[in-house]
């Protein structure tokens, strides 16, 4: 006789066959009312709000608990907390969550995923199972990088991808910015408001902006350009203080001092793991979301940077885990 159970999500055996050899197969599935991917600001917070509200909730990321707020050294533009680092920020999230009894696994990898039924499932590259009612997706992004020496050592020491958020450490320093297209040549304009001097390196002969964002920055008094140029190397003690950077039209190598560099050279979202799968992306594999941070399929949020909006913040994070976790509230009222 073979007795197969299945741990379902009222936790109870059930007897799926009956043959001749007694086999007992347990597997385990941990049954969640709603299952968080991301535990950056906008999966701590929707976990904050679901624990509150009594959801059993479960965190799964992939790395360690803060997401982007952990690379940042000082948190710039959050209303009502100043001078934190985005360590202990971080924290004080995670905590907070796990304060009202949010599980949180770190360290994960997804292996499989199944969305499209009633009960969500996935299941880990350690063989555990999980489902879920509700899934929020918060998997974040990252910008890319130049991927050049230096630049892992000096990434929040000098080296920086978000202007709005550390534009204001560089008063009247000497700064770079990388990059052709629009987001370089109008963050290259908003970052002269605190800059004494800032320089333009561009791989190319031309820029990919607009005709209207380049004339701006080409028109700018403290703004000095170099085309076919990219940068090689970073150099600095404790934080940056040079760098290399090769003239393509004549290999020409050169070394120039700046007390900054911003490298906007484009932005990924986290979606390796949904691509061809149910869950619809844009043409930048963003999560495509309506307005009340519900994907394509029902039952599934998402929220934060890895969907498709224009400002990414740790306020627009927050608040996008608020009204996924909100609207995942009403969600599984109605079941
Ligand atoms: C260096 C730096 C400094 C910044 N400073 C500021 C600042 O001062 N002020 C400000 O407002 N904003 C700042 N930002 C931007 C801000 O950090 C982000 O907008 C915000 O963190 C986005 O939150 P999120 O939760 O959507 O995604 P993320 O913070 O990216 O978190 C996503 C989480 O998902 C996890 N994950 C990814 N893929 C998977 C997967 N497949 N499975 C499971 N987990 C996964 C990641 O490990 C990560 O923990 C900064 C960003 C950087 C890079």
């Not at 004339?215 to 703004?223: D, L, Q, T, W, Y």
């Amino acid at each position: 006789m073979r007795i197969i159970c299945e741990f379902n999500r009222l936790n109870n055996y059930k007897i799926c066959g009956n043959l001749f050899k007694i086999q007992l197969i347990y597997m385990e599935n941990q049954h969640y009312q709603a299952i968080i991917i991301g535990g950056g600001p906008a999966g701590l917070t929707a976990g904050i709000y679901l624990s509150r509200a009594k959801v059993k909730t479960l965190i799964l990321d992939s790395s360690i608990a803060g997401g982007q707020m952990i690379l940042t050294h000082k948190i710039a533009n959050y209303p009502g907390v100043e001078n934190i680092s985005g360590y202990q920020l971080s924290m004080n999230m995670l905590n907070q969550a796990k304060s009202f009894g949010c599980d949180v696994m770190s360290g994960i990898s997804i292996q499989k995923i199944d969305f499209e039924s009633t009960i969500k499932r996935l299941e880990l590259s350690n063989g555990k199972q999980f489902s879920s009612d509700v899934i929020i997706l918060a998997t974040g992004g990252r910008s890319r990088t130049l991927g050049i020496e230096g630049e892992e050592l000096f990434k929040g020491k000098g080296i920086s991808y978000c202007a709005t958020c550390d534009g204001d450490f560089f008063q009247d320093k000497e700064i770079a910015v990388v990059g052709g297209g629009n987001t370089a040549l109008e963050e290259a304009v908003s970052l002269t408001k605190f800059a004494k001097k800032v320089t333009i390196f561009h791989q190319f002969d031309h820029f990919q902006g607009s005709k209207y964002a380049e004339e701006e920055a080409r028109n700018h008094p403290k703004i000095e350009i170099h085309l076919n140029t990219k940068l090689t190397r970073f150099y600095g003690e404790d934080s940056l203080e040079s760098v290399d950077y090769i003239d393509v039209t004549s290999n020409e190598i050169h070394h120039q001092l700046f007390d900054g560099v911003f490298v906007f050279i484009g932005y990924e979202a986290n979606t390796e793991f949904l691509q061809g799968r149910c869950i619809e992306l844009n043409k930048f594999k963003e999560i495509v979301v309506d307005s009340n941070l519900q994907t394509n399929v029902k039952g599934v949020f998402a929220a934060g940077d890895a969907t498709t909006k224009k400002y990414r913040q740790i306020t627009t994070a927050v608040a996008d885990g608020t009204v996924a976790a909100l609207n995942a509230i009403e969600f599984l009222k109605a079941l």
